[in-house]
């Protein structure tokens, strides 16, 4: 069982659209820029359990929260203040995110200590996250909306396969994990198709109770969509460059930090701007029963 807390913060800024006006106010008084500073928090539950030597199941829950800071500006980029929009306001969001359940099966098993191990999991997704109205239409009919939100509202496909290799000098490891939104969801949201692979390398450089963390990541992300058409800053790329530290308390409990150096490599529309992404957890491990 372990605990894991991300955090990162985020920049946006885009220009409006005189369908993106607000109701009720003069042209010469629209914001003609919305600005936001975020602040990202995740804190995710993960258990697993091995039912056999080759089979586990394993659960993720994730809540999230998100601190957001709206600023607007006029035609002259001048700031407007306290200005009340339909689009964005200063808050903070929070609620689950969508409960991950999945089944692990190890292909190849090693040797004598020694040699590859490799994963295949398939699991699902639950739709227990929080999700909103096409916050881009009622935009255009002038109402109010929210743009955050931490579910996709479908029951998402998840497959993966994990590669890794013990050793005593350079122990690495390899993912491929998939996720997809199959149908539209109840206000017609279909999540983009979301593929995260990578290597890396956990070296302990003969230390007994610390080891460290390199990791390169691709990580991408196809456009979601409303009733099918594509939504608006949507779609990305992202080449992340991870590095961290593992402390080993004892058998049992250990403590990780891990640091995301995230570069963007493409992106359609006007993105965010992700600054380094800083995450933290412990593990506990019990033995439920016997066997290896």
Do not use: C
């Amino acid at each position: 069982m372990s605990l894991h807390w991300q955090g990162t913060g985020v920049d946006a800024s885009h220009g409006v659209e005189p369908e993106q006006f607000e109701p009720g106010v003069s042209d010469e008084e629209q914001p003609r820029a919305h600005v936001l500073d975020l602040q990202l928090r995740d804190i995710t539950l993960q258990a697993q359990v091995g039912l056999t030597k080759r089979i586990g199941l394993e659960i993720k829950i994730p809540y999230r929260e998100v601190r957001v800071d709206a600023e607007f500006e006029g035609l002259d980029g001048e700031p407007l203040g306290d200005f009340s929009s339909i689009h964005h306001r200063t808050e903070t969001v929070s609620g689950f995110g969508d409960v991950q359940l999945a089944g692990r099966f190890r292909i190849l098993q090693p040797q004598d200590g020694s040699g590859w191990v490799v994963d295949a999991i398939g699991g699902v997704s639950l739709p227990t996250g929080d999700t909103e109205p096409d916050a881009f239409k009622l935009g255009e009919q002038g109402r109010r909306h929210q743009h955050v939100f931490f579910g996709t509202g479908t029951s998402d496909p998840l497959v993966g396969l994990e590669v890794y290799r013990p050793s005593d000098s350079l122990p690495m490891a390899g993912w491929l994990r998939v996720r997809t939104s199959l149908h539209d969801n109840s206000f017609g949201y279909r999540a983009g198709t979301r593929v995260s692979s990578g290597i890396g390398f956990n070296p302990s450089f003969g230390l007994k109770s610390w080891s460290f963390l390199g990791q390169l990541e691709l990580y991408h992300e196809e456009p979601s969509q409303w009733d099918g058409r594509n939504a608006r800053n949507s779609g990305r790329t992202d080449l992340l460059g991870n590095v961290g530290v593992f402390w080993k308390h004892s058998a049992d409990v250990d403590f990780h930090v891990v640091v995301r150096i995230p570069e963007n490599l493409s992106a359609q529309g006007g993105q965010l701007a992700l600054s380094p992404i800083v995450s933290f957890g412990g593990a506990y491990s019990l033995r439920l029963w016997g066997g290896g």
